[in-house]
């Protein structure tokens, strides 16, 4: 459910690092935090994946990689995480910058205090992402508005003329949709691909979202040293997202959950 992927996706898992293993269970039907349909329908699944899997067989990893729709779920993530990932390095030193263009005496308890609230802007947009799409039970489109969304409002942001204020509300929108998008979006490989086909797969397709982290940073570095702003490398931080949400939006979602495990 949305409640992994929030611990996953880069917030502090170390808080609920003492609590896990005292949660975490053998089975589904011994979560006593789930409530009973919950359970049952978990262990239901869980069998009837384990049949189908025994049916088709396993796949290989060659044999995911020739789906396309594989390949869209890795560099949609490695797109929208090459921002992502940046972000969290670059964004104290961009705050910083824009409040001195305003507020000449800025200390770093300031700087820390301001980005902190957009992250918990973020956990707001985890929150009701999760609770959105599960009542719904739509999954693409949510994950490709929050990568969208999380580009145009990091773009507002560095329009130039804005008042401190102005610049922050919409940074705390971009917070919002940044962590809008991670729930939905692990969902998808189940979605589109088969069970055996989706467990191989997501493992490349972690890799690929990994692999983002060793490319964002590095490359605004690299900008900054050429002589770029913090504009112009948000900017481009910016278009990682959205290029992300345009690559996810190709992806085909069948639209009964039971035809696409035939896929």
């Known amino acids: 459910g949305w409640q992994w992927v929030f611990i996953v996706e880069g917030f502090p898992a170390v808080l609920m690092g003492s609590a896990v293993p005292f949660l975490l269970t053998d089975r589904p039907a011994q979560a006593k935090w789930l409530t009973p349909p919950e359970r049952a329908w978990l262990e239901e699944t869980l069998a009837a994946e384990r049949q189908e899997t025994a049916v088709q067989g396993g796949v290989t990893l060659s044999q995911a990689l020739r789906r396309p729709t594989v390949w869209l779920l890795a560099l949609g993530i490695l797109a929208t995480n090459t921002g992502g990932y940046a972000m969290l390095f670059w964004m104290p030193t961009a705050v910083k910058g824009f409040l001195q263009e305003t507020q000449p005496a800025v200390s770093d308890a300031d700087v820390l205090t301001w980005t902190g609230l957009v992250y918990v802007c973020g956990l707001f947009g985890v929150w009701i992402s999760g609770q959105s799409s599960d009542r719904t039970g739509e999954r693409k489109w949510h994950c490709v508005a929050g990568q969208v969304l999380s580009g145009v409002f990091l773009a507002a942001s560095m329009m130039p003329g804005q008042s401190w204020h102005v610049v922050f509300a919409w940074m705390c929108l971009f917070g919002f949709f940044a962590f809008f ?69 190709l992806i085909r979602v069948p639209k009964k959950s039971d035809t696409s495990r035939k896929r």
């Open 181 to 249: 998008w991670p729930s939905p979006f692990w969902v998808l490989p189940t979605l589109t691909l088969s069970a055996s086909a989706a467990a191989v797969s997501i493992g490349f397709i972690n890799m690929c979202a990994n692999v983002a982290g060793a490319l964002g940073s590095p490359i605004v570095g690299h900008m900054k040293d050429a002589g770029f702003g913090d504009r112009a490398c948000m900017l481009f931080l910016a278009g990682c997202f959205v290029a992300g949400g345009f690559i996810v939006a």
